[in-house]
């Protein structure tokens, strides 16, 4: 167990649906990254944010979305779901450090199916 | 910026030969370097890492890398293979994020 929880493990859909996928950090981390591993793009960075602020992008569509609570658990928002968005994503969560030496903590992912 | 490059997507040895993964890394600033595991349908697990300091790092499960600025690489090694081997393993460089390599799978022959 890394410490990092992310719900649920599979998550089968239908196109043009909307999900959420909820990530709760190692405790006493503040940064949480979400990724996505595709066979075909590999692992993406999607998004961070670092105690309820958004604080870097990367490859994330205009129709995912997230957010950090206060309690720093995170959500990652999928709608208008098509089937090249069925991939597995990665929540994980890194130490308060002004620059990150440890690396990051992942979670198990959750499997997106759309069908 | 920063990049990874891995080369090989598949890498196949006999159990107890040497393991070799090369990576090789841009970055703009001093880069702190990663090698990641990840085992079929599980998440990833770190295996080890250079920040600062001694170039030659060990990780867990009897893994290496050496650090080479003037090669720019990162290359991860283990002695002896053993069937457990076998999974994806995965180059890193945080420079302002981490940026991951596409992946090398590791397959180990009886």
């Known amino acids: 167990d890394s410490g990092v929880t992310q719900t649920p493990k599979h998550l089968i859909t239908a196109t043009g649906q909307r999900v959420t996928l909820r990530c709760s950090p190692r405790?006493?981390?503040?940064?949480v990254y979400w990724y996505q591993q595709s066979l075909d793009q590999g692992l993406q960075f999607l998004i961070q944010?670092?105690?309820?602020?958004?604080?870097a992008k990367g490859n994330i569509l205009e129709r995912f979305s997230a957010q950090q609570f206060p309690d720093l658990h995170s959500e990652l928002n999928l709608s208008s779901l098509e089937l090249g968005d069925s991939a597995l994503y990665f929540c994980?969560?890194?130490?308060?450090?002004?620059?990150?030496?440890?690396?990051?903590?992942f979670g198990s992912g959750t499997r997106l199916t759309v069908v | 910026a920063q990049s990874v490059t891995q080369l090989g997507s598949h890498v196949s040895v006999s159990e107890g030969a040497l393991v070799l993964l090369r990576c090789n890394y841009s970055?703009?600033?001093?880069?702190?370097l990663f090698w990641y595991v990840q085992y079929p349908n599980q998440g990833l697990q770190l295996l080890l890492k250079?920040?600062?300091?001694?170039?030659l790092v060990k990780g867990i499960n009897g893994f290496e890398a050496e650090f080479k600025k003037s090669e720019t690489s990162f290359h991860l090694t283990k002695p002896s293979a053993h069937m457990s081997d076998a999974a994806e393993y995965f180059c890193?460089?945080?420079?302002?994020?981490?940026?991951f390599g596409a992946g090398t799978i590791l397959r180990v022959k009886s």
């Open positions: 250079y920040t600062t300091g001694a170039t």
């Open positions: 890193a460089v945080y420079g302002n994020k981490l940026v």
């Open positions: 405790s006493g981390d503040l940064s």
């Open positions: 994980a969560s890194s130490a308060p450090s002004y620059r990150v030496r440890y690396g990051y903590t």
């Open positions: 944010y670092y105690n309820g602020e958004e604080r």
């Open positions: 970055s703009s600033v001093p880069p702190y």
